[in-house]
């Protein structure tokens, strides 16, 4: 048998009595070893041994700076999302057809000007019809910060004028042009890419939430019950996530799709959409609930509860769920990109959100032409935002993945 010292003089005093007197020393050395070991106490202010398991999730994602600075971005995206009207140049539907396809306009700074950009004058090809935009250095279109600007309706509800950055001056010119001011240039109607940008991401990165919240009801409800009840409603509940796991997604999205009615408003579309995607996300979920479910409902917490008269319910939703509630997390964090890629293909395609409503997938129905892409690249600046927010999904869930287990080895 093993036994182990309390410190290492606790040892060495073992050891030299045993040297001494064998008979004796034996029974010596296990007062010895019953002896507190000589290790300073813990102070009374420090929290070790004393966090909880969310507190010890917090340090140990911190640690992990991929998965911090994407959750910093994607605060990011979502504070420019929910602020649009005030964040974005112009409103979602502005537009200036003199300036169609005008290419992105950086902002610059000069002592004299301020910030600033030069105005772009337009010469068509009168072969190729082809626009060609050139700076004119002498015509100056300043810019300022929380400037006045076209009139909106902040969450349709509160009117205003207020814009973070644009044109200083949004009055036309004497000879009859606008100002205007397109930091990531226009497309074929002359609308503001970085404006459709802003207003898209609301559509775009809700539906992900909304998507995912009624996942989350459909997982957790179903694979809870397919796991604490087995049997027969295991069995049946099981066969059903297999048949909806068996049709390829891309193709049954394309029919749910296809069936929505063209004349739908744009808020039933967008339901409607979100309710395609969570009814086609909810299986992985309750995969992974049922698992734990069948490896928890056992245990002596349970089985307390089930003999001090807790009904199901309380048991299911009270004892066990939150016991794993971590994993819960890094699984919906995991299936937030999915349902924003399933809603841009919908879009692109044209079987999913429609115009006037404005989403990043909506916005790449644009760049169905090789020869649009080719010369206007900045009609693609909606799959940078798509590849920056999915990256950024997955190395969150990546933190949250390994810090769910904070006793676990690195």
């Known amino acids: 048998m093993k036994v182990r010292l309390g410190s290492a003089r606790a040892a060495k005093r073992v050891n030299c009595r045993l040297r001494a007197d064998p008979d004796r020393g034996l029974l010596r050395a296990m007062a010895v070893m019953a002896e507190p070991p000589d290790v300073a106490p813990i102070p009374p202010g420090s929290d070790a041994g004393s966090l909880s398991q969310w507190a010890l999730i ?80 002498t015509q100056v279109i300043p810019l300022g910060w929380g400037v006045r600007g076209e009139a909106y309706r902040f969450w349709d509800l509160i009117p205003g004028d207020r814009h973070l950055f644009g044109v200083k001056d949004p009055r036309r010119a004497s000879d009859g042009t606008l100002p205007t001011f397109y930091f990531l240039g226009a497309d074929e109607h002359g609308r503001d890419i970085f404006s459709r940008l802003i207003y898209g991401s609301r559509i775009s990165l809700s539906v992900g939430l909304v998507a995912i919240a009624v996942t989350f009801l459909l997982g957790v409800t179903i694979g809870g019950i397919s796991g604490y009840f087995g049997g027969v409603t295991d069995n049946v509940i099981q066969r059903v996530i297999e048949i909806v796991n068996a049709f390829p997604q891309i193709p049954l999205w394309l029919a749910f799709g296809a069936v929505l009615p063209a004349e739908w408003p744009p808020l039933g579309t967008y339901f409607a959409i979100t309710l395609v995607l969570s009814l086609l996300g909810w299986t992985s979920l309750a995969r992974v609930v049922r698992g734990k479910i069948l490896a928890l409902r056992e245990e002596d917490y349970a089985t307390a509860a089930r003999l001090l008269g807790a009904g199901h319910a309380r048991i299911l939703f009270r004892h066990l769920l939150p016991g794993f509630s971590s994993h819960i997390i890094v699984v919906l964090t995991m299936s937030v990109p999915a349902m924003i890629l399933g809603e841009t293909s919908l879009s692109f395609l044209g079987f999913g959100l429609r115009a006037p409503i404005v989403s990043w997938g909506v916005m790449l129905q644009d760049c169905m032409s090789i020869q649009t892409v080719a010369n206007y690249p900045w009609l693609l600046m909606p799959v940078v935002l798509i590849v920056l927010t999915v990256l950024c999904f997955n190395f969150l869930g990546d933190g949250l993945r390994d810090a769910s287990d904070p006793y676990s080895e690195r």
């Open 58 to 137: 917090r340090r140990r994602f911190r640690s992990h700076r991929l998965a911090v600075v994407s959750l910093y971005l994607l605060v990011v995206l979502y504070v420019l999302a929910m602020g649009a009207e005030f964040f974005a140049p112009y409103p979602r539907q502005w537009r200036d057809l003199a300036h169609a396809y005008c290419p992105p306009q950086l902002p610059r700074f000069s002592w004299e000007h301020g910030w600033h950009v030069l105005a772009m004058r337009v010469t068509v090809n009168p072969v190729t019809f082809k626009r060609t935009y050139l700076e004119d250095p």
